[in-house]
């Protein structure tokens, strides 16, 4: 079946640093591939998505990039912010006619200044 | 555009009652998903229907909950009766069929269920 597998959390990082949330999937096919964001309080919102291999997708100085080869879609920012603390989802759709989700069970990242 | 709209956004019941759940999609999505979210077991899909015909109910946890879309502007997930392992948040989600690979879900800002 399809899963997502991310790190686990929490992680903590201070400001200007560097993050990167790691995902790998397994899927029959070509996914399409997610990351989503919940900031508290709020519903899940799209970050970024890919897909195809080789897509980078990117949104708000984040960026992940499908990497067929080793089934990973890692998330990575080159300098967080504080308001960059929420939970981030790695998710996959199976195919293209497929609209349910499979999600990661969520790496929450709090920043500190 | 409106986004998603789920009410109420907070419910506080006792033991025993219904609740009932509301969720308004995007106007002209037709896809709508309602989903668990708990720290113990994370975001969880519950149910979820293509032009108000239900798909795939595999995720309805008992007989206590259901799901109706009456029409294409709204839906409502039911507990009755409720328990306390039922606290959680519960999100709605649609999305639009035949753009492509890729096409996300948006999600409601979620309703926070607390069974005392």
């Known amino acids: 079946g399809n899963s997502v597998t991310q790190m686990e959390g929490p992680v903590t990082l201070s400001e200007e640093a560097f993050l990167t949330i790691n995902c790998t999937y397994t899927?029959?096919?070509?996914?399409?591939l997610f990351w989503y964001v919940q900031y508290p309080g709020e519903g899940l919102q799209l970050l970024l998505k890919?897909?195809?291999?080789?897509d980078k997708g990117s949104n708000k100085g984040f960026e992940a990039t499908y990497r067929k080869e080793t089934t990973s879609f890692h998330l990575e920012k080159g300098s967080v912010q504080v308001s960059d603390s929420a939970v981030y989802f790695c998710a996959l759709s199976p195919w293209a006619g497929s609209y349910q989700l499979t999600f990661g069970k969520g790496t929450k990242l709090s920043v500190i200044p | 555009d409106a986004g998603v709209i789920q009410s109420p956004r907070h419910e506080v019941t006792e033991m025993g009652q219904e609740v009932t759940l509301r969720c308004k999609p995007i106007s002209g999505h037709d896809y709508l998903f309602w989903y668990r979210q708990t720290m113990m077991r994370g975001l969880e899909l519950l149910i979820y229907f293509n032009n108000n015909v239900p798909i795939d109910d595999s995720g309805m946890p008992e007989d206590r909950f259901s799901a109706k879309m009456p029409n294409a502007s709204f839906s409502t997930l039911k507990i009755q009766p409720s328990e306390p392992r039922d606290s959680a948040v519960y999100f709605c989600a649609s999305t639009l069929s035949g753009q492509g690979a890729g096409q996300p879900q948006h999600f409601g800002d979620g309703t926070r269920l607390s069974i005392l």
């Open positions: 890919a897909t195809k291999a080789d």
């Open positions: 899927a029959t096919g070509y996914p399409s």
